[in-house]
């Protein structure tokens, strides 16, 4: 098996991936290489496996792609909150991202985890530090430290392990429709109710219906910094995670259906409530969805995370690596609000002095 290698042929420094230039970077010779070169350079090409397109070498193919992974990722665990992280073999040391505690190596991954794609980071940390720095400005009363330069040295770059879905939506609708009319006829206000019975059937498409794969992680954080373009979604190559960490999955696919049901459910009752504008409310309404052609896979998508202690409680932010997407619930600070009450308290008293006096 070839041993795959992330050093520069220039100077030898490692090379990690520039999300601004969507190439891989040395830091130390400002040398730049595409996903295309690096395959070249650190991949034995074997021609005459590459003719041979029958089903047993891509079964071939896959083992050897799982062992690969296998080979050259490395599974760190904090032994304070239980994540498990993942990061390339080049990685040495690292912390929890989520409780910023040291992580000790916890030894190899097995291959089965591989994802099947990859959504590169699209924003680099220095353009994820100000667009945070900006979101902290809109907030008054945070705690001084929240935004210092300690605190945002703990923003890591983290793939997420996401679980995306596609499935037919079979959905079927019925209930009363109601159309209510209103008029004034002399000295009486008339109103006039008519039912109708309404039903409607749909086949509803779906394609790559997200749901994080992390328990750790909350999915309303998640969800809140959706949509990803998954659409630039590429096959997964352990390059992508060089400067960058990523977390295993701990929700199997299996336990991920109902939300991913619950989701489909919903999108497909906001398309059905778009056909029913004719109506002034719906009575008895049932809606029914069966999920059919239901297929998976298992992906990594780009998110920068921090999280911050304050008041023994743990706060986490979440910035879509590709969007700039931010969600979170920032903590309170209340001497600052406290001072600033108190402020504007001794403000008050003086205009009404002023205004006072002046009568």
């Known amino acids: 098996m070839n041993t795959v290698q992330y050093k520069c042929p220039?100077?030898?420094?490692?090379?990690?991936?520039?999300?601004?230039?969507?190439?891989?970077?040395?830091?130390?010779?400002?040398?730049?290489?595409?996903?295309?070169?690096?395959?070249?350079?650190?991949?034995?090409?074997?021609?005459?496996?590459?003719?041979?397109?029958?089903?047993?070498?891509?079964?071939?193919?896959?083992?050897?792609?799982?062992?690969a992974f296998e080979e050259h990722t490395r599974l760190y665990e904090c032994p304070s909150c239980g994540a498990q992280i993942i990061a390339d073999e080049t990685?040495?040391?690292?912390?929890?991202?989520?409780?910023?505690?040291?992580?000790?190596?916890?030894?190899?991954?097995?291959?089965?985890?591989?994802?099947?794609?990859?959504?590169?980071?699209?924003?680099?940390?220095?353009?994820?530090?100000?667009?945070?720095?900006?979101?902290?400005?809109k907030r008054w009363f945070l705690p001084s430290d929240f935004r210092s330069k300690q605190?945002?040295?703990?923003?890591?770059?983290?793939?997420?392990?996401?679980?995306?879905?596609?499935?037919?939506?079979?959905?079927?609708?019925?209930?009363?429709?109601?159309?209510?009319?209103?008029?004034?006829?002399?000295?009486?206000?008339?109103?006039?109710?008519?039912?109708?019975?309404?039903?409607?059937q749909a086949k509803i498409p779906f394609e790559r219906v997200p749901?994080?794969?992390?328990?750790?992680?909350?999915?309303?954080?998640?969800?809140?910094?959706?949509p990803f373009p998954v659409q630039e979604m590429r096959p997964f190559s352990m390059q992508y995670l060089s400067g960058f960490l990523a977390e295993k999955y701990d929700v199997d696919w299996e336990k991920i259906v109902p939300r991913i049901q619950s989701r489909v459910q919903t999108a497909s009752e906001q398309v059905i409530n778009e056909t029913l504008t004719q109506y002034t409310s719906i009575k008895n309404k049932q809606v029914h969805v069966n999920m059919t052609n239901l297929q998976h896979d298992y992906v990594l998508l780009p998110v920068w995370f921090m999280s911050y202690q304050h008041g023994g409680k743990t706060y986490h932010f979440a910035m879509?690596?590709?969007?700039?997407?931010?969600?979170?619930?920032?903590?309170?600070?209340?001497?600052?609000?406290?001072?600033?009450?108190?402020?504007?308290?001794?403000?008050i008293g003086v205009l009404g002095g002023l205004i006072g006096g002046s009568l």
Request: aromatic share 10%.
């Open 10 to 67: 220039n100077c030898g420094g490692e090379l990690v991936f520039n999300p601004e230039k969507q190439m891989f970077s040395c830091p130390y010779c400002a040398s730049d290489f595409t996903e295309a070169e690096m395959e070249e350079r650190y991949h034995t090409q074997n021609e005459t496996a590459q003719k041979e397109a029958d089903a047993d070498a891509k079964t071939l193919k896959d083992e050897n792609d799982e062992a």
């Open 91 to 137: 990685t040495s040391a690292t912390f929890c991202y989520y409780c910023h505690n040291p992580v000790v190596l916890a030894g190899r991954l097995k291959g089965n985890y591989k994802p099947a794609y990859v959504l590169p980071f699209a924003v680099q940390r220095d353009a994820a530090e100000k667009e945070f720095r900006a979101w902290c400005r």
């Open 151 to 200: 605190q945002l040295e703990k923003m890591s770059g983290v793939y997420v392990p996401f679980w995306l879905a596609s499935c037919l939506a079979d959905t079927n609708m019925s209930g009363i429709g109601q159309v209510v009319k209103s008029w004034r006829d002399g000295k009486y206000q008339v109103t006039e109710t008519t039912e109708y019975t309404v039903s409607r």
């Open 211 to 226: 749901a994080d794969g992390a328990a750790k992680i909350e999915d309303a954080l998640m969800d809140a910094i959706e």
């Open 320 to 347: 879509n690596g590709q969007t700039k997407k931010l969600s979170g619930t920032p903590p309170l600070s209340w001497a600052k609000l406290l001072t600033f009450c108190a402020a504007l308290m001794v403000v």
